[in-house]
């Protein structure tokens, strides 16, 4: 299980948090760009308009103004074309001069903008306002006093405005379209972008399975500089950890070793007593002999787990030791049945499998009565269950877990240290598995075992 956010997931999100703001205000740039060189192309073309009524206005000697220019633009002679242009005194007096497009109204410029322009001739302004017909203006404005005039004049030119806003429109529609296809293609590149980064870690991660799962003994190099002190670190970490386990299982090597001399020498010397006494020191001899046995056994599994690399395939296992326990429990005539795919293959080594398995088909072979059944089935996550079921007593619910506790021995009467049910429970935690016991369907007990499947080879 993972915890947080991926790597992965960071570094996208961390790329888009920059990208995307910059294309939204890329895209807000260019429309606000293009807004202005439109606007500034219309009033370039009003401005014109406005220059040439001023060169060409006169003023009569009663201040009458004549404008005798015709602009070649059709639209200023047609009645509320969208094309306009007067001359005023001031916003609340009537055009002393007008276009025919304007037939009886005028443009009305707001107040506080016509006064400004009348106590400034010369400036010019350009405004939005509203026209004839109610449609939206773009106004240039100007005053200017007239030679044989005594009151500056406002000189306006304007166009509807609508045109103009459309061509903005369409244009951020179509910037919007272009920056969301580029924002897309963007995060494709930042995704490849990332996950060829991330290559190495993922390099890496497989590495460190395959050392896991025994293919390798150390990680490869070749990572980038970034990358190889991390490997290189590992590399030491597993020799390190190697070399503990290796002293762990020449500890207890040594110390069972030592253990096996006296504890051979009170069998030894308690076999030639016939009193109490020498029984009592057989038994105890002989139950620490085991003792050691196990214990040096689970050490050595635990050194092994999963990171041994053993591949032992299960059905030759089983289908050996059902001969060899057969011929053990000969006076039974027992019928042992195999069912194990070819495929079901241990991660671990034989001698394990065998100890295991071996212990639970000859506890079986102890109470069965004549039918002993044996099945092998892979599970998700990598795993495999052996069941090995019989047709005998059984036993009941509330001491099965007692059986598995070592030195358990449940009937007396069986031959046996009572160490059989809990070396494979054991050695089975071991390779990060587990014993369980239930009710056969032959009805006797079934002991299920759950262990590590080898991994396939990749060709």
Not at 54 to 69: N, T
Not at 117 to 132: H, K, Q, Y
Request: proline share 6%; with cysteine; net charge negative.
């Amino acid at each position: 299980m993972t915890g947080g956010r991926s790597l992965f997931a960071r570094l996208l999100l961390s790329g888009a948090l920059w990208a995307l703001p910059l294309l939204l205000a890329g895209a807000v740039g260019l429309s606000a760009v293009y807004r202005t060189a439109v606007y500034r192309d219309l009033d370039d073309q009003l401005g014109a308009v406005v220059n040439a009524l001023i060169a060409s206005v006169e003023v009569d000697a009663d201040g009458g103004v004549v404008a005798p220019l015709r602009f070649a633009d059709p639209r200023f002679d047609q009645v509320l074309s969208g094309r306009y242009w007067q001359i005023s005194a001031g916003p609340d007096q009537p055009p002393l001069a007008r276009s025919e497009s304007l037939w009886d109204e005028r443009l009305a410029l707001p107040p506080a903008v016509a006064q400004e322009l009348r106590s400034d001739p010369g400036e010019r302004r350009a405004l939005a306002a509203e026209g004839p017909n109610g449609e939206p203006l773009r106004v240039v404005a100007e005053s200017i006093i007239f030679d044989g005039g005594s009151e500056p004049l406002i000189v306006s030119a304007a166009a509807d405005r609508s045109a103009a806003e459309r061509a903005v429109r369409g244009f951020t529609i179509a910037a919007a379209w272009m920056l969301a296809v580029f924002a897309a293609v963007l995060i494709l590149a930042l995704i490849f972008q990332t996950r060829m980064g991330l290559a190495p870690l993922s390099r890496l991660r497989q590495s460190v399975a395959e050392v896991r799962e025994g293919r390798v003994e150390q990680l490869p190099g070749g990572y980038p500089v970034e990358i190889s002190p991390l490997a290189d670190e590992l590399n030491s970490l597993i020799r390190h950890n190697r070399e503990v386990v290796e002293r762990a299982r020449t500890h207890a090597g040594n110390l069972a070793h030592a253990l096996k001399t006296p504890i051979a020498v009170l069998l030894n010397e308690s076999r030639g007593r016939n009193d109490e006494y020498g029984r009592l020191i057989f038994r105890q001899a002989d139950a620490m002999a085991h003792q050691v046995d196990h214990h040096l056994r689970r050490a050595r599994a635990a050194a092994r787990g999963r990171a041994s690399g053993g591949r032992t395939p299960v059905a030759p296992v089983l289908e050996d030791l059902a001969r060899t326990v057969s011929r053990i429990h000969r006076n039974k005539d027992l019928d042992i049945q195999v069912d194990c795919p070819d495929s079901a293959v241990f991660h671990g080594e034989r001698q394990d499998l065998e100890e295991m398995t071996g212990n639970l088909l000859d506890n079986a072979a102890k109470y069965a009565e004549g039918v002993i059944r044996a099945t092998v089935a892979p599970l998700p996550g990598g795993e495999l269950e052996v069941r090995v079921e019989d047709d005998g007593p059984g036993l009941p619910a509330g001491r099965r877990e007692e059986a598995l506790q070592r030195g358990a021995r449940l009937d007396e009467t069986a031959p046996g240290t009572g160490l059989g049910l809990a070396i494979v429970s054991d050695l089975a935690e071991a390779y990060g598995g587990g014993l369980t016991l239930g009710d056969s369907g032959l009805g006797g007990l079934k002991a299920v075992l759950r262990l590590p499947a080898a991994p396939q080879l990749s060709l």
